[in-house]
C-alpha cells in the first residue's frame, strides 16, 4: 500500500475512534517506572501485582479470541497478551482500529509464558496516540542512511543501538562536567553570537541584529571570552557547547558541533596533557571503554593497522615534537618557516590549488598526508611553528615554536592546547599579523580583537587551555564511523 492510502486509512481509523467517543489523543497516562525494572521487580517481590506501562506498538498477531503485541518504552520490549474475556468483546474489537505505531497504555498482571517469556495479562488498555504514518518496512533494521539522518525519530524508533549511542554520549558529557566540577572548575557561559569571532581560524556564519543595526558572528570558539574571565581572577573555568564553523561537511565535519573548553591559571601546556589524558580515560570509564578495538575498515585508521589492532586507552601515551615527525617524513624541517619552500613542498606533494592557499593549509595537507596517517596509539604532538598559532605562547629558548600540543588517536585529532599567550603588546603585534593574513586572502584568519588586548593590558597570569572536540571523543569510544552518527541531527541539504 502506498503511503498515502495507508495515511487515508488510519485517518478512517481514527475519525472511527472518535465516533467511539473515544479520545485518540489523551493528556496523560499514569505509568509505572521502565518496563524492564518494574516488570522484573514485579516477578521477582510481588508475582500477583499489577502493573501499568504504556508503550508504541511494534507487533499485532490476533488469533480469534486472544492476541499478543509488542510494545516497546524508552527501554525495552515487552509482550501483551489480551483476551477477549478480560477485557470484554466490545473493547476486545477496539483493536481492529489500532496499528503498528501507535501508542497504547495498559493495565494488567505479569506472568510467564510457556516459553518463558515475561508477558503482561491486559485487563484494561486505552490509545494514547494514534499514528497515521507507518513504520518504514523493516523497522527492525532500518538501513537507508539518509533516512536515518533525516528522520531520526525513525532511526531510533528502528535500530535499538542508535539509542544506546546518545545514551553513552550523555553518559560521557556528564561524566566530563562531573570531573571537571570535582577538581575546582566552574562552567560558565559564554556568548554564542559575537561581534567579533576569535579563538580559531575558521570562517564564520554571519547574522544581523535589527535592534542595534549590528552584523554579528556565531562563535567559531569561546576561547577570548573564557580567557576574559581568567583576568577577572575566576582561575579555573569550563565551557562545553554548540560551536558555529562555515566549513565544509565531512564524515568528521558538521558546521554546527560542541566543543569542550577548559582554562586554568597558573598551568601550561604540560599541565593541559596531565589534563586532557585525565578527562579522556575518565569518559572511558563511563563509556565502559579500555581499549578501542579496530572493526572492519574504519575510515578513522588509515594504512598498516589490522582488525585486530587494540588501541589501549590506559597504557602510555606517546609525546611526539612536530619537528621530530617532519624529519622522520623526510622533510628538513627548517622549510616549513619558509613561504618559498612550502610552495614548492605543495607542487611536491600535488597539494591542490597549492600556489593560492595560505602557507597553514599547506602546513595542514603536509600534515595530513605525512603525519596524521601514523598516530594510532594516543599520541601528544608538541611544539608546533609559533605562525599557525597566534593565541600561544612561544618557547622561551626557541621563539619560533609555540607551547601547544594535539592529541591524535587512531588517526584523529581529538585535542588542542596550549600555554596562553599573556602579552598584550606581543597578541597585538599577533593580531595584526592576522589581519595582514586576511588582507592577502586569508578568510579564516583571526580578527583584531581590541577588547581582548585591554584585557590582558589588566594582567593574566600564566594560563593553560585545553579543547576537546566532544563529537569526535563520541565516534571515538562508541567506535562510530562518521560525525553525523553521534549528533542527533546533523546538516543536511535540502530535499527540494
Known amino acids: 500500500m502506498s503511503e498515502e492510502k495507508l495515511v487515508i486509512q488510519r485517518l478512517e481509523k481514527l475519525q472511527r475512534l472518535k465516533d467511539c467517543n473515544i479520545n485518540p489523543y489523551p493528556t496523560k497516562f499514569r505509568a509505572d517506572k521502565s518496563a524492564p525494572t518494574t516488570v522484573e521487580k514485579i516477578l521477582n517481590e510481588l508475582p500477583a501485582g499489577n502493573i501499568s506501562i504504556g508503550g508504541r506498538i511494534l507487533t499485532i498477531r490476533k488469533m480469534g479470541k486472544a492476541a499478543f503485541l509488542t510494545i516497546k518504552d524508552s527501554t525495552e520490549k515487552i509482550q501483551l497478551y489480551v483476551k477477549q474475556d478480560i477485557v470484554g468483546t466490545e473493547n476486545y474489537k477496539l483493536f481492529d482500529l489500532f496499528d503498528i505505531g501507535d501508542f497504547i497504555g495498559v493495565e494488567g498482571t505479569v506472568f510467564k509464558t510457556k516459553t518463558g517469556e515475561t508477558t503482561i495479562r491486559v485487563e484494561k488498555f486505552q490509545i494514547l496516540s494514534k499514528s497515521l504514518r507507518g513504520l518504514p518496512e523493516k523497522w527492525h533494521g532500518l538501513k537507508d542512511v539518509e533516512t536515518r539522518y533525516r528522520q531520526r525519530y525513525l532511526d531510533l524508533i528502528s535500530n535499538d543501538d542508535v539509542a544506546e549511542t546518545f545514551k553513552k554520549r550523555a553518559k560521557i558529557i556528564s561524566s566530563i562536567r562531573n570531573y571537571l566540577d570535582g577538581n575546582g572548575f566552574i562552567e560558565v557561559e559564554t556568548p554564542m553570537m559575537q561581534s567579533i569571532p576569535g579563538g580559531a581560524a575558521a570562517k564564520p556564519f554571519i547574522t544581523h541584529h535589527n535592534a542595534l543595526d549590528i552584523d554579528l558572528y556565531l562563535r567559531i570558539a569561546p576561547e577570548l571570552y573564557l580567557k576574559r574571565l581568567i583576568v577577572g581572577g575566576l582561575d579555573r573555568v569550563y565551557e562545553m557547547g554548540r ?64 582488525e585486530a589492532n587494540k588501541i589501549d586507552l590506559f597504557g602510555d601515551w606517546k609525546r611526539l ?154 565516534i571515538l569510544l562508541t567506535r562510530q564511523e562518521s560525525i553525523k552518527d553521534v549528533i542527533l541531527f546533523p546538516l543536511l541539504k535540502p530535499i527540494k
Open 321 to 474: 615534537s612536530i619537528e621530530t615527525a617532519f624529519t622522520e617524513a623526510g622533510i628538513n624541517f627548517a622549510d616549513i618557516f619558509s613561504e618559498d619552500k612550502l610552495k614548492k613542498l605543495g607542487a611536491e606533494f600535488e597539494i591542490e590549488n597549492y600556489q593560492n592557499i595560505p602557507s597553514r593549509k599547506i602546513f595542514d595537507h603536509l600534515f595530513d598526508k605525512l603525519i596524521k596517517p601514523k598516530l594510532t596509539e594516543p599520541t601528544f604532538v608538541v611544539d608546533w611553528p609559533k605562525f599557525l598559532c597566534p593565541l600561544a605562547k612561544s618557547k622561551p629558548e626557541r621563539p619560533e615554536i609555540a607551547e601547544r600540543f594535539e592529541l591524535y588517536i587512531a588517526g584523529e585529532e581529538l585535542a588542542n592546547a596550549y600555554s596562553e599567550l599573556n602579552d598584550p603588546v606581543e597578541q597585538k603585534k599577533r593580531f595584526e599579523e592576522q589581519v595582514k593574513e586576511r588582507e592577502k586572502g586569508d578568510d579564516e584568519a583571526e580578527f583584531l580583537d581590541d577588547d581582548y588586548v585591554k584585557a590582558l593590558e589588566y594582567g593574566m597570569p600564566p594560563t593553560g587551555g585545553l579543547g576537546i572536540g566532544i563529537d569526535r571523543l563520541v
Open 243 to 306: 560551536t558555529f564553523r562555515n566549513e565544509g561537511i565531512s564524515i568528521r565535519h558538521n558546521p554546527e558541533f560542541t566543543i569542550l573548553e577548559v582554562y586554568q591559571g597558573y598551568a601550561d601546556y604540560n599541565d593541559m596533557m596531565v589534563l586532557c589524558k585525565n578527562i579522556i580515560q575518565e569518559t572511558a570509564r563511563s563509556a565502559g571503554v579500555t581499549k578501542i578495538t579496530e572493526a572492519n575498515s574504519s575510515p578513522r585508521l588509515q594504512s598498516g593497522v589490522s
